[in-house]
C-alpha cells in the first residue's frame, strides 16, 4: 500500500469501501446512500422541545437525531423522548452524546439506537492543558484503564445491538495524548485508534468514527491520516464528517463545504452533519445539497491515473512557486474578479469587487476584500473615466501567442492543453501565471492532476484556478465552488482564484471567494467566529449572542473568536481563537484569551461588554470608524 494513501482512487470519485452497519434499522456504510444528521439544541429535560424540534428536523429530511445526556437525569429521558416520538409516528434512530461520564453513557445506551463517545475525555479526566511525562510502562497502564472503562459499553451495546461512534474532537484531547503526540491531527488519530483497537480486539464491529475540528486544515488532514492508518492496521469503519463550531450564515455554510467537500470529493464520508449555529432543522438541507453535489460523479473525460500525491496530504505544504508580481510563493492567493462577460462596465460593477472612488472619480480606497486583479477582457469600459491605479490584467488565450516580456503575462489554459510539450514551454517562460481552467465533470480530480503535472515536471509558474458556476442559489453556488476550491487550497495547490457566473451577483462572488479563502486557511480577510451549533448543555441563547458579539467585534479583522455554549470543547477549540466567550452555567460566562481564562463566572449580561474590555487590554481593539 502506497505509505500515503487515504481513498480509493484518485481521479475517479470512488467510495471509500467501508462496512454496513445498522443502526436503528438505518444502515450505514459505502454500500449505502450517506446519510445526513443533526443534534438537538433544547434542554433534553424539555420533552415536548425536544421531541418537536426532532419532528422539525424529520420533516426536513433528517436520518438521525442526536441528543445530549450530561447525566443520568438526561440520559433516562431519552426513553420518555422516544416513546413521545413513536405516538406521533416518527422512528428517527436517536444518538446520545455523552462527555465526562462512563455511567451516563451505559445508561444512554438501554434507551437509544447508538451512543456517541469522546476518547478525549470519557476514560481520562477533563484536559489541564498540562505536560505530562509518561514512561512506556506508565503509559501502558493508563491504557489498560481506558480498557476497563469501555468494555461495559461495548458489552451493553452488543446485547442490545447499539452502535457507538467513537466521536475524537480536536478541542478536547486528553492531556495524555497531547503530552506524547501533540495537539495535532496525529495525535487526533492516535486518540481514536486507542478505541477502535479495543472495539477490534472485542469483535465489536457497530462502530462510526468521526475527526472534528473547527480548523478545516486539521479536519481533513485528521479524517485522511485516520483512514491510512484504519488501512494499514486492517481494521475500516464507517466515517461521519463535520467541521465543529463552523459558525453560521454563509460563512458556517462555506466553512462546513470546505472541510466536508473536500473529503467527500475523494470519497470520503458515510454520514454528515453540518454544524451550523442555527435552528437544527436548518442544517439539513445544507447537507443534503452537499451531498447531492457529489453523487454519481464521473470524471469525464477519464483522467490520466497516478498512484501516489508528490506531496503530503496529511500536513499542509504550499505548493513551490515563483513570485510575479504580487502572486505566488508566499503571497496569500490573490482573488481575480473575472468582469469579462459583463457587456457594460462602471463604477457599480468596480464597487462591488471592493474598490471605492471619491465624488471626483479618482481612486480612492480599497478593502481587505477587494479583489486584487481585474479581468475587463473585451468589456466596454467606457462608464469608468479613472482607471489609474486599478490592477488590470491581460490574457493571453494561446500559449503560442507568448512573447518574450519583462513583466507578468497571464495565460487562460485548460487542464487537457497541459502535454508535455507545453508543460516544457511553460517553465521556460518565467514571467507567465496560468490561469487553468477545466472542463472535465469532475473539475476538482482534474485540476489537483493538473497539479500533480506541473509539481512532476517541476513547474513552478504561479496557478490561478479558474471554476465556473450557472447555479442560480446562492447557497448551492457557495457550497459548490467551496467544496471544489477549498478542496485544492487545503493542500496549498493555488496562487490565486478567480471564480466566474452570470448567474450570481458580483458582490456574492466577491464575498464567496474570500469566504472560502478564510475557510481553508489561506487568506484571512475579515473576523472569524468560532461558534458551537449549541446543544442542551448550553444555558444560553447562543444565536443571539452570536449576533450581539458580531455586531461589537465585525470589524476586527483578522481576529478569531470563539463562542461556546458549554465548556467541553470550550478551551480546546479556543486554543485556534484570540478570544472566547464560554458559557460556564445558568446566566454566566467566562472569557478566554487563547487557552487561558480571564475573566470567569460573570453575568451574561455584560459579557459582551466585558469582551469588548478584554480585547482593549491586550491591544487588539480598534475603533469601527469608516474612511473619511
Known sequence: MPNKKYCENLTRLERLKTPSISIGGVMLGSGYPI??????????????????????????????????????KEAKNLTDIKIELIKKGI???????????????????????KVRINPG?????????????????????????????????LNICRQRNVAIRIGVNHGSLSDRIMSRYGDTPFGMVESAMEFLRICHRQNFPNVVISMKSSNTRVMVQSTRLLVNRMMAENMLYPLHLGVT??????????????GIGTLLADGIGDTIRVSLTEDPEFEIPVAKRLVAYFQERKSEPQIGSFIE?????????????????KIGRSNPPAVIANLSHIPTLGYNQLAEWGWSFNAAKQLWSCTEQSADYLFFGNADVSKIDCKEGLPIILLVENIRDIKDSSSAVFLKIDTSELTDEVLATIK??????????TSNTNGYADQ????????NAGVENPVIVQRSYDDSDIETFQLKSASDIGALMIDGLGDGVMITSNTISQRIICSTTFSILQAARTRTTKTEYISCPGCGRTLFNLQETVAKIKSATGHLKGLKIGVM????????????ADYGYVGMGNGKVSLYRGKEVQKKNISEEIAVKELIELIKENGDWIENAEPQ
Open 35 to 72: 446519510r445526513v444528521q443533526t443534534m438537538a439544541t433544547t434542554s433534553t429535560n424539555d420533552i415536548e422541545a425536544t421531541v418537536n424540534q426532532c419532528i422539525r428536523t424529520v420533516e426536513a429530511g433528517a436520518e438521525f437525531f442526536r441528543i445530549t445526556a450530561p447525566s443520568l
Open 91 to 113: 422512528s428517527i434512530p436517536l444518538v446520545a452524546d455523552i462527555h465526562f461520564n462512563p455511567e451516563v453513557a451505559l445508561e444512554a445506551a438501554l434507551h437509544v439506537e
Open 121 to 153: 475525555n470519557y476514560a481520562d479526566s477533563r484536559a489541564k492543558f498540562d505536560i505530562f511525562e509518561f514512561t512506556d510502562i506508565e503509559y501502558s497502564a493508563e491504557l489498560a484503564k481506558v480498557e476497563e472503562r469501555f468494555i461495559p459499553l
Open 245 to 258: 463550531e463552523a459558525g453560521e450564515g454563509e460563512d458556517g455554510r462555506i466553512k462546513s463545504a470546505v
Open 309 to 325: 500525491l508528490p506531496y503530503d496530504p496529511f500536513s499542509y505544504n504550499r505548493r513551490i512557486s515563483r513570485q510575479l508580481e
Open 428 to 437: 521556460k517562460n518565467e514571467n507567465l501565471i496560468l490561469i487553468l481552467e
Open 448 to 455: 489537483r492532476a493538473a497539479f500533480v503535472r506541473l509539481i
Open 565 to 576: 455554549g458549554c465548556i467541553v470543547n470550550g478551551p480546546g477549540e479556543m486554543a485556534d
